[in-house]
C-alpha cells in the first residue's frame, strides 16, 4: 500500500493516518486543543463523508461550533469536550465496562472515557461519586464492580480509589489520575503517583485528566 | 467468611490475605524488599503446604537463600529478584502475552515481567533488544507484535518503544519504565513521563521497575 | 528563670532544652543521625540522673552502643532505632492512641510513633498490615478504630489509608507517610501528597518516615 | 441501614453522604470549585430543609449568588469563599482553638479555618499579624497562645511561625502553609516543606490553603 | 574596537551587540516576549537602516504592529510569532537543513527554527506531522532524512521521534521538544527528557519551544 | 516599651511594626501583592504623618492609585511597581552600590533593587543590558565594576552574571535571579540555580524576582 | 538484507546493530552500566575480530579487566570509564573539534568526549581549568576558541562556560553538565538548566555527563 | 601581565588563579571533592612555598593524609572537611562576625564558615544550638546578636533561624541550610527554600551545605 493510500494530506498541516483502522482495529482521534478554528474546519470537512468514525477530543471554545458546521447533528458533550462524527456508536461487541469516578469534580473526565470506549465499540457503564471516604458508598456496589470485564477509575485528590477497587475485582483496572484538587501535588501529580504506587497490582495508569486514552484502552481490553 | 478464614497472622507482623484468591482470581505476592531474613522465613514456611501458587517479588541479599532452605526447589531467577513456590507454573490459559525490551538492560525487569504472567496462569514470550534507535530491529518483528494478545513493552532512557509499538499494535500495551539511564531523568523518570504522553493511544503505565505489576495486570488482560 | 537555670551546655555542641518540660510538658528527644559516638555518650552521661525521660532518636549503628553503656538497661528498639530512658514508661493517662499501619514495610515507623507516645505517658495499641488493597480486613477492625481517642495511621506506596480510616471514624487522624515503596514518588512523596490531599478531612500530616513526630502529637491530642 | 437511608443522590452527579454525622460525627463539606452553578444550585436545594449544618468551602465566582438566592441569609464570608447554612452555628463545646495567621495576606484562609471550627460547634478566636520577623509581637501573646487547647498557625513565604509556637505550648499544633509568596518555593511549597520539617515536635500539616481542613482536624482535637 | 563602535545604546535599556556579526557572523536577534511596545518601537527604528538582517522573536499581541510600523514590509509569521528585517532573505549556502516535526501542533515551533535558518542564510525544507505513532508515514521520508545535512526535529507529548531519526540519519540531530501536551510531564518537560535520553546518540537538544535556537544552531553547523 | 509603643494596629487585619526602625534601623515595607485596595487605602493613612520611609512594593493594578490618592506626589514607578513616601529619599550615607543587569528584560527588578536602596539611605548607580554572551560589554566596564562598594546582579535565562562579575570584584555580590525566560528551569529556577553554584565565592542570593529584598540587603552591606 | 546480516545475536541478552555503519556511518556503543561481567565477555569476544571500531563506555569495577582480557592491547583510559577496540584510532578528517573544561572535576567527561570523537575519527583538542570565575583566563585563549569548528564544552557547578564561549564564538558549541557541585542543582541540574537557558544562541545541551554523546554528535557536526 | 604570570599549571589538570589575591583581594580555595589523592598531593607541593594562604575544602577521605604529607602541620578540621595553609591565619581586621548554629547537627557547617573567615583575615566567634523551638535560648543571646558586624545564620530542617534573626539585627545576615533533617525538601530543600522566603529581609542566601561560600561572602561584607 503506498503513502498515498494510506494517510491523507490535510492542507500543509496534517496527514491523517487512515491506514490506522486496518494497522490498529480502531479509528484516529484528533487532538484539538493546539489547533486552530480554521485546521478543525478543514479536517471536519476531510473526514465528513468517511463511514469511519472520527473522535474529536480536548475541545476549546470555538471549536465544537467550527466542527459542528461542517458536521452537522454529531455527538457534542460539552462538559466532557468531546464530539464524535457519525453521531451513532457502532453495535457494542466484548465484555462490558464499567466507569467508576471518586468525586462529582472527576465527572468530566469521567464521561470523555465513557464516550470513547462507546465510539469504538464497547458497552459502557457510568457510576459516580463513590469515594473512598465514604468506604461504605462504594462497597455498596461491589457485585457491579466484579461484574464489570474491565473497571476504570477516575479520582483526583488523594487518588486512593483505584487501590481499593483495584483489590475488590479480577477484571484490569484502568485507572485516571485528574487535576481535581489544590495545593501539594496539584495538577493532578499526587492521585498519579498514588495510582502508580497502588498497593493492589493489575493497575494501568494513563495520563492525567486522559479520558480518551483510558477509554482507548478499555476499549481494546474489552475487546474479544 | 470470618477473618479468620479470610487472613493468615504470621507473627505479629503479616496477616496474609488468603481470601485474594476468591476474591480477585490470583494469589498475593510477597514484596520482600524491606523485610527482614526472618520475614521472609516465617512466611515461606506460612505457605509451604498451600496448593496456592506464592511469589516472592525484590529479593534482596540473602533472601532467596533464607527461602529456599524452607522451600527447597523453588523457581528463582536472581537477576529478576524473584521466586516462586511450589516451582510448577499452572498450566496456560487465555490468549498470549508477549513481553518486548528495548536494551538489555532493561530484562530483568522484563523477566520479572515475564515470570508473573506464567505463574498466574498465562503462555509468554519474550523479544529482548529491539530498542527504537535501530527502527528496523523491531519491524523485523512486526507480525509476531500483532499476532499477540498483550503487548508488555518494558524501556529505559528514552522509554519511546511504547509509542511505536503502540501504533503498530491490535493490542493493548502494558508500558514499563526501568530505571536504566542517567543524568537528566533518570531513575526511571524520563521513560515513566514519555510512556505516560504516548502518542499512540492504548497504552497503561505501571510504576518504574515494575515488572511484577506488569506481569499481573498483563495476565488479567490475557484471562479469557 | 535564667538561661543557666533552663538550659544545660554539653561540651562546645549542645544546649540542653531543660525548661522544655516546665514551658511545654514534654521532654526533649535528642535527634540521633548526625551526632557522632561522642557526641551520644555526652549527652547520655549529662541526662543520666535526671528525673525526666529522655528519648535518643533515629539511632545509627553504634549509637545504641554507645548510648546503653552509659545508660545500662534503657529500653531499646533496634528495629524503630528508639532508646528510652528511664526505661520505665510513665503512668499513662488521657484517652487511647490506636497506632494502625498498612503494611509489615510500615511497622518500624509505626513502633516509633507507639513507644514515643507510650513514654510522653499516653496508652498505645498497635494493628498491623491493614492495607486498603484488602478494605475487608480493615473493616473487621471498625469498632476497634470508632474507639480510639486519635489514631495513627502509618503507610508507604499509595499512602491511600487514611483516606479511609479518616472517613470512618470522628477522632483526629494523625497520618505518617513512609518512605516504603519505589518508582515515582519513592522515598516518601507519593503518600506524603496522597495524605495532603486526603479526601476525608480531620487528618494532620507529619514528614515522611516520621514516627517520633506523630507519637509526640498524638500524646498532645490525647492528653486530657 | 440500607443505602438509601445513608445517602442522597442529588441529580446523576452526586451522592450526599448523610450518614456523615451519625459516622463520624461531623457533616459533610460541599467543595464548590469544580462544580457548575447548576450543580450548587440542586445541593442547596437539597440541603435546604435539613437541620444538620452543610458547609460549602472555596466558591468560586457566581457561587454564592447561586446559593444564596435558594438559602436566603445564609452566612457568608467572600474573602474567605465560605458559606455555611443554616446561618446559626451551634453551641460551641470542648476546648477553645486559638488561630494565629502570620501575615495579612494569610487572613482569607485563617478565617475559612476559624468559621469551618465554629460551624463544626467550637469557640474559636484569631490573632493576625504576628510573623517571626517581628518576634515581640508574638511573645506579647504568649499567654493567650498558652491557655488554647488547639492552635492552628497560618503562614506563608518561610512559614516559619508552626515552629516557634510549637516551642512555646503544650497544646497540638495544626500548620497551614498558605500559597503567599512568590519565586522559589511559591504556591506555598516553601511553608509547606518548613512546617513538615518543623524542629518542635507537635505539628499536623494540612495542604496549602486548606483552611476547611485545618479548622475541622482542630474542631476533632478540641471536641472533650 | 572601542565600546561605541562595538555597541549601539537604545535609550537607557539596551546595548545592541553591533559587533557580533564581526565575532561570532550572525546577527542578534532581539527577544521581545518581555519588552513593551516603546522598547520594540525605538528597537526598530535603530536597526532600520542597517544592511544587517535583524530578528524579532517571542512576539507578543501588538509587538508586530508596533514594528511593522517602523518596518513595513517586513516578513512576518503570526503563528511563529516570528518577524524579519529586511525582509528579503540572505542567499542560501552551506548544506541542506529538514525540519521535521511530529504533529500538527509542533508546526509554530517548527516555523519558528526554519525562518532562523533561512535569515541566517540556510537552505531549509520542512515535513510535517510524521510522528512515531504512525511510523510508516515517517519511513516513507527515509531517504529524504538521509539526504539532510542537519536534522532538527520538533516533537511534543512523548518527544520520541528523535530516537527514531537519529537512529536513521548520518547527520547531526538538533532536538526540540514543544509545550504541546498535558498532565505529568507537561509544558514540555517530557520531550526534554526523552530527548536528553535519546538511545540513538547524535542529538543536540535545545530548551523548550526553542525554536530559535534550533535553527541558529542548525545553521551554524550547515555552514561550510 | 509596650506592645501599643512597639505596632501600630490598622483595622483589624494589619499590625505595623513601629519599632522596627529603633530595633534594625530600617522601617517596613509594605508588600501589597495580596492585599485588597481597602487595606492599601488604610495603611497609606496610617503612615501618612509618619516621619519615617514607608515602601510600598509589588503593587498590582489599582494599588499605586489607591495610595497615590492618600498621599499625593508620593514617589511611584510603575515598572518596578514601587511606590515610596514620603518622595524624598534619605542623604546617602555609605558606600556606593552598583546594580548590574543582564538584559533589557531584568530592569524592573534592577530598578526596584536600586530605589529600595536610595529610599534605605544609599548612593546607587545602575549599569544596564551588559550579559555575558557578548563578554566584552560587560570588560568594558570593569574599573566601574571594581569601584562598588557591592554589586547588585539582576539576571534571568542562563543567571550566569554573578559568576563572572564575582570573580572580577573584591566587594561582596547580591545575586537576584529574575523569572525572564521559559522552557526547562523557567520562572526563575534556572538562574537561581546557577547563581547559587556560582564557581566564584561571594555571592548572596535572594529568592526571584526579589529587587526590595536584594536592595534591603545591599543597604545593609553598605551601611558604615 | 535480512535481519540475520543485519544484527549478531550474542547470548539470548543483545542483539548487536552490524548495519549501524551502513546505515549512519559510524559504529554501535556498548553502554556498560547495567550489564553483567560476562555480558561484557561476550560482546568483546563477538567484536574482537571485527574490522568495526567498537566503543565499550561508562565501565564499571570489573569491566574492564573483563574485557581487557578479551582485547587484550585495547585502549583504556579508567578514569574516562572507556575502552576502545581496535586500539588505533582511524585516520582524523572533518574539521578540528576543541574540547574545553571548566575545572578539574570536569575532565574525566570532557576525556570520555575527546576519545569517541577521536575514535569516530575526528581531530580534537583539549582546554582544560578555564571556568568563568577566572575569565582572564579563558580569555587568554580566544584565538583557539575561534579556529575551532566544532567547541565542546564540559561545566559543572554553574555551568555558565557555554554561554561566554558561545558568545565569543561563529561555530556550534555542544555543551555537556556535568555532576559536580553539590546542594539545591546538584547532581548536573543546575548546569543542565544553565545551558538550557544560554543567553547566546548556538548550543546544543545532550544529557549530564554524557560525554559519549558530545563526542558523537561533535564528530557528526565536524564530518565534512 | 601574562598569562603566565598569572596562572600556575599545575600537572595538565589544573591552572591555578595566581591572580586572584591581586584582582579580588583574597585567595583561591582548592574544592577537593572530585579530585583525586595524586591530584591533591600535587597541588599541595604547588603552594607549599607561597606566602598566600590557600583553603582546601570539602575533603574526602584521605585527602587530608595527603595534603598534610606535603603540607605537615597545616590547621586541619576534620569535621568541618577543611585544611588551611600555612596554618597561622592572618590578622584580623573589619568588623566583626557572629556565625550562629540552629542545632548540633549543623556544627561541621557553621566551623567551615568560621574557619574561611578567618583565614580570609577577619574575627569570628561561633554561638551554636539556639533553634527557634526554643526561642528562649535565642532572645538570651539578643545583645550579642545586634553587635556583630556580620551574622552567618545556620540551619537545617525548617531553617527557620535567619527569619527570626533577620528580624532582630540591623547586621546584614548571610544564611546557609544544611542538608541535615530527612524526609520531603531533605538534602537542604526545605532550609534552602525557608531562607529564600525569609519574611525578614536583608537574608543572603549561599547554597546548601556551602560553609564555605558564606564564610567567604562574610569576609567580603566585612572588610572595611
Known amino acids: 500500500m503506498s503513502e498515498q493510500e494510506r494517510t491523507k ?3 500543509d498541516f496534517a496527514r491523517l493516518d487512515l491506514d490506522r483502522v486496518r494497522r490498529r482495529g480502531y479509528p484516529e482521534a484528533i487532538y484539538c486543543e493546539s489547533k486552530t478554528l480554521e485546521q478543525i474546519s478543514a479536517i471536519a470537512a476531510a473526514v465528513k463523508d468517511s463511514a469511519q468514525t472520527t473522535l474529536f477530543t480536548r ?3 470555538g471549536h465544537a461550533e467550527a466542527a459542528l458546521k461542517v458536521l452537522p447533528g454529531a455527538f457534542h458533550d460539552p462538559g ?3 464530539l464524535a462524527w457519525p453521531p451513532e456508536a457502532p453495535e457494542p461487541s466484548g465484555v462490558d465496562i464499567l466507569v467508576v469516578c471518586a468525586g462529582t469534580s472527576d465527572l468530566p473526565v469521567a464521561r470523555e472515557a465513557m464516550h470513547t470506549a462507546r465510539y469504538l465499540g464497547r458497552s ?3 457510576l459516580a461519586d463513590v469515594g473512598v471516604a465514604g468506604i461504605h458508598r462504594l462497597l455498596a456496589h461491589e457485585q457491579r464492580l466484579k461484574a464489570a470485564g474491565v473497571v476504570v477509575v477516575v479520582a483526583g485528590m488523594d487518588g486512593a480509589l483505584p487501590s481499593v477497587v483495584g483489590g475488590l475485582v479480577s477484571a484490569p483496572v484502568v485507572a485516571v489520575p485528574t487535576s481535581v484538587g489544590y495545593g501539594a501535588g496539584s495538577g493532578g501529580v499526587a492521585p498519579l ?3 502508580l504506587n497502588s498497593c493492589a497490582p493489575g493497575v494501568g495508569v494513563v495520563n492525567i485528566d486522559n479520558g480518551y486514552g483510558a477509554g482507548h484502552l478499555a476499549a481494546q481490553i474489552a475487546a474479544r
Request: proline share 0%; no cysteine.
Open 9 to 11: 494530506q490535510v492542507g
Open 59 to 61: 475541545l476549546l471554545d
Open 193 to 195: 503517583l498514588t495510582m
Open 124 to 126: 459502557v457503564d457510568l
Open 80 to 82: 466532557a469536550r468531546f
